[in-house]
């Protein structure tokens, strides 16, 4: 049997050994993971751990980090650094950093670890415009303010016009003409640039101006009541606008700024009378026509409409003015290749598309006399549409890297016509002419990627949206640390 003496050597003995066992539960490995956004910021996370043998120990934690940051000289960058345990740092130049992390525990344990990463700054697209526009289109001129870090140059800019025509690659920043041939805004421009280290931006912008005007246009009819008293109608129409100014000239030195005035001649006669107008933006119009004034004359009627336009519907307001006779049949020719006759006198019609049309009136009185009035129509695509919303989702779970594509965009004023995804920004980016949902990309590398995701409707209008997927693992370390006493001898001097 051991003595006192002996028992409470081992004691000791057992004791000093859980301390070591003790310390070595409190030596954290310092780890980190970092994602470049590159945008100049890089996001650092803590990956620390603290070793644990199974054993009962005190609490301990990480309680202190420190971040510093080395240039590929080796040279110390004193604005990079932080006491965050995931801080976000910001660098000014691409290029190779060494970045290292110590970690300390509430017991005064540390540990570091100092890594070498890469930091991409992509340039940042971007420009301006002057727009002049002109009949059924404009010309856009872009002014190039797109910049990137003294370390790149871009050397590519690629313009996407979104109106058909093909896109226009540059390798220079000089302005950059196009012409539209389209009547609707806004209408989107994408600019991506790219820099000599390969690295690439885009930036999607709507152009819009104000459409010129294409149908201020005079018209006029007339009806004389009595052998020398005629009464003149207007049929002005403007099609983004209204008429703000008219002047009459009935052709004998008589004058009027009335919209629809009577006036009395003094003798019979063939008369000239011309009717000007000007709309609220100030276009003008006019029209000039012989009046023939003869006493007990059997007269014709005057045909004549205005329109007004909801989106593809066209509403014809009659103005004709009945001769001698009253009007008893209206023919409308609607200038798409249909044709209506009513005993009313205004209609509506509805286009398959917008554009510029034809319309042909022709009125007929109760003994078959006649006349005919042509007006040009311009059906305008409105400005100020609603453009589609661009949403989606992606279904899947790790360990797979498989993922799916679910989308939930919605057209507005037009449907969606384009899809266009990218998976991450090394990857290609995919068009679709009908609904991507069920397209499916396998990862090879895990890692954070940001999925993009552009949507067009059949007026050329956009918009974007992505989210961030996270598919990295993170690793866990432990490390099991056991003391074995066999026996124990003891000298005694």
Sequence with gaps: MPTYAELITKADIAQADLDILTQIELEPTALYTHVDNNDGTVD???GTTIHTAGHVSPSVAASQWRWKVWDADGVLIASISSTSQNPTLTFTYSGTYTVELLVTTNYGWNDSITKSISVELSPTAAFTYSVTPFQGGAAVTIHQTSTADSGSII????YDWA???????????????HHYVVTSVPYSVRLTVTTDLGQTHFVNVNVTWTPVSEGTVAGWGFQQTDDYTVVFTDASTDAD???????????DGGVSSATNPTHVYDNEGIYVVTLEVWDNDGNYSSLTKP???????????VAGFTW??????????????AGTNSIVQWSWSWGDGT???????????????YGVYDVILTVVDNTGLSDSITNSVDLVDPVGDTAPTAAFNVTGSLPSMLRTFNDSSSGGTYSITRWDIQWGKDELILTFAVDP???????????????KLWVYDSAGLTDFHSIVVDLTFSPTYVVTAAFTIDSCTIETV
């Design 44 to 46: 650092f996370t803590d």
């Design 339 to 353: 044709f209506e006759v009513s005993s009313i006198g205004g209609l509506s019609h509805t286009y398959a598309n």
């Design 241 to 251: 606008g209204t008429i703000a100014v008219r002047a009459w000239d009935f052709g």
């Design 163 to 177: 109106d058909a025509q093909p896109d226009t690659t540059k390798t220079d920043g000089s302005d950059t003409p």
């Design 291 to 301: 009046v023939t004034i003869e006493r007990g004359a059997t007269l014709p009627p």
């Design 308 to 321: 007004s336009q909801a989106l593809k519907v066209l509403t014809a307001a009659d103005v004709s003015v």
């Design 155 to 158: 050397t590519q800019w690629v």
């Design 437 to 451: 949902t069920g397209q499916t990309h396998t990862y090879l590398d895990s890692g954070i990627y940001t999925i």
